[in-house]
């Protein structure tokens, strides 16, 4: 069977966890059958993965325009695929478009929802409307919807009505625990200037507002004194969310705070994993957060969001500590302060008690392993695509 991937991320072009997935993915369905990833940007050498540039006419048009261009490209060279596989609404229409064009089935992974990241309206302007339209169209018309998680598949299915149940399943994000796995050295902890004597709590994500940075940020005024507070932030969606965040972490007013705006290599990300008293996912959105999956198989405490899947990964009192959220329509707490506030005292729970903390870490990794093989994930998804292709 040939299966085309279809992916605006792939290494070494990854920013998210929707490109994290379909790497491991990627590698593991390879063993299963004929799989060929189609992304966006630089030419990669990696033999069965074709990359594909804003064509020349849409280079100054708006994000939105330019990624349907590249998905028609994308679309184009899928002639002869048994089925097209797409992630995220960056590569919907690519799929959609694909399965107009040569009859092929097409499966669609649900990473997140435009519905539900109205602030992206902040980074595209009017592109919003348009990707939004390319999810609906492409998930509408699909062959069948993955959700990665429970709480993903219900706001897949509150979002848009018109698809019918049936049709979403649920196949979780994967971890490769041997590859995230505790590392002791303490070199890229002295590169950057971090204490390894001191407990340290650490964040990684971009800097948008579905990340909840600004809340980890306020509540920051609020932990141990002792405490210091790494920050692998980057790649803002606006100038505005840029501004604010650099405010925020100029106002904090405490030594200790680390903050890494470069993309780091992931062992580096590893060893500050590591040695984090606590790993922070403070989202308002995250269907799965495989981040956290990332902490706990490196051995190190969770205190995240109890929002989307988040609670599906991290077991409250067992691998982490979660956060309630009251939140509105576009994920913002009703009561900002109150979050920050909850957040800063579950964080400061584990500061205060180490050995708690790494007996969270030490069940957040036997949790990975048991739960969340990649190979178990490519099993399943060959299962479904097999019900689709006879």
Known sequence: ?????????????????????????????????DVRVRCFGAARSEPGVSAYRVPGGLETANAALQ????????????????????????????????????????????????????????QLGGGYTLSSWAERTALASADAIVAVSEGMRRDVLAAYPEIPPGRVSVIHNGIDTVEYAPERGLEVLKKHGIDPGRPYV??????????????????????????????????????????????????LGRDGVFWISEMLPKPEVIQLLTHATVFVCPSVYEPMGIVNLEAMACETAVVATATGGIPEVVADGSTGLLVPIEQGPDGTPYDPEKFAADLAERVNALLGDPNRAKAL??????????????????????????????
Request: glycine share 8%; aromatic share 8%; with cysteine.
């Open 202 to 251: 650490v964040f990684v994500g971009r800097i948008t507002r579905q990340k909840g940075l600004v809340h980890l940020l306020r509540a920051a005024r609020d932990l141990e004194p002792g405490a210091q507070l790494v920050l692998c932030a980057g790649a803002p969606d606006t100038p505005e969310i840029a501004a604010e965040v650099s405010g925020l972490v100029e106002g």
């Open 361 to 390: 870490g030490q069940a957040g990794r036997a949790r990975a392993i048991e739960h969340f093989s990649w190979e178990r994930i490519a099993e399943r998804t060959m299962e479904l695509y097999r019900t689709l292709t006879g």
């Open 67 to 122: 990624v349907l261009g590249v998905d028609l490209e994308m679309a184009a060279a899928c002639e002869g695929a048994d089925l097209v596989h797409s992630h995220t609404w960056y590569a919907n229409f690519a799929g959609h478009v694909a399965k107009m064009l040569y009859d092929t089935p097409h499966v669609v992974t649900t990473h997140s929802l435009e519905p539900l990241r109205p602030w992206k309206a902040e």
């Open 1 to 33: 069977m040939r299966v085309d991937l279809l992916s605006r991320e792939y290494p070494p072009e990854v920013y998210g966890g929707a490109g994290v997935h379909v790497e491991y993915l990627a590698r593991e369905l390879r063993r299963l059958a």
